[in-house]
């Protein structure tokens, strides 16, 4: 089955402590995306990858770091998380083209005291 | 800069209404791509529909049809006849020419009472 994976899918943790998210997709796509939703704000992108080793910044990257070592998977790092990022985060994949559809994982609902 | 504005926080509507969710986007690109994502209570995020900045005509499936209309930037949806299972958020989104950036609009939240 065609699916982005995400986890863990609820994390709770202190100020400060860093942690990643991982997210995996199985259907050979080029595109990777990272998004966080906010109440009032929608859904923000805080950064994307083209490929592999090809990554960058969306409107919100304050505070993240992304890599992509493999096709297959990018992992969401907060290394000092802080409560204002307290949000739900999405994960979403896509082949090259602009047009093709934008298969999003389960989202992760992360709490930072 | 690219922006999305869903002006309509919320809506409710009694079943087998007909219901509107406006979006209106900004772009400075010629080339660009529209989307409506539908987020039920569950959570998760289900694609409803993509456009490109080229192809204005409207579409229609099932009960659900889109009215892109490039001189007023606007992307509008429409439920005829909804249903309570059409309760959800509804997201409009934008994509630039590369399609690596996205936008989304606020959301919709539609409340269809039985």
């Known amino acids: 089955e065609a699916q982005v994976t995400q986890n863990p899918r609820y994390l709770i943790t202190v100020t400060g402590k860093k942690l990643t998210v991982t997210c995996s997709q199985n259907?050979?796509?080029?595109?990777m995306s990272w998004y966080r939703q906010d109440p009032g704000l929608g859904l923000r992108q805080i950064y994307y990858?083209?490929?592999?080793?090809?990554?960058d910044k969306g409107d919100v990257p304050e505070g993240y770091k992304v890599s992509r070592k493999e096709k297959r998977n990018f992992p969401l790092i907060l290394e000092s998380p802080s409560p204002n990022q307290t949000s739900l985060y999405f994960c979403?994949?896509?082949?090259?083209?602009?047009?093709?559809?934008?298969?999003f994982g389960p989202g992760t609902r992360l709490l930072v005291l | 800069a690219q922006k999305v504005t869903q002006a309509q926080t919320e809506i409710s509507v009694v079943e087998k209404e007909d219901v509107t969710l406006d979006c209106v986007y900004e772009?400075?690109?010629?080339?660009?791509?529209l989307f409506w994502y539908k987020q039920p209570p569950s959570g998760e995020l289900v694609f409803l529909i993509r456009?490109?900045?080229?192809?204005?005509q409207n579409e229609i499936s099932g009960r659900y049809s889109w009215n892109f209309q490039k001189s007023t930037s606007s992307f509008n949806f429409t439920i005829t006849a909804s249903q309570v299972v059409d309760s959800a958020v509804y997201f409009c989104?934008?994509?630039?020419?590369?399609?690596?950036?996205?936008?989304f609009g606020t959301g919709t939240s539609l409340t269809v009472i039985p």
């Open positions: 979403a994949s896509r082949g090259l083209e602009p047009l093709e559809t934008q298969y």
């Open positions: 259907m050979n796509h080029e595109y």
């Open positions: 990858s083209m490929n592999v080793e090809v990554t």
């Open positions: 772009t400075r690109d010629t080339t660009y791509y």
């Open positions: 456009r490109n900045s080229f192809d204005e």
């Open positions: 989104a934008l994509s630039e020419l590369t399609g690596n950036q996205f936008y």
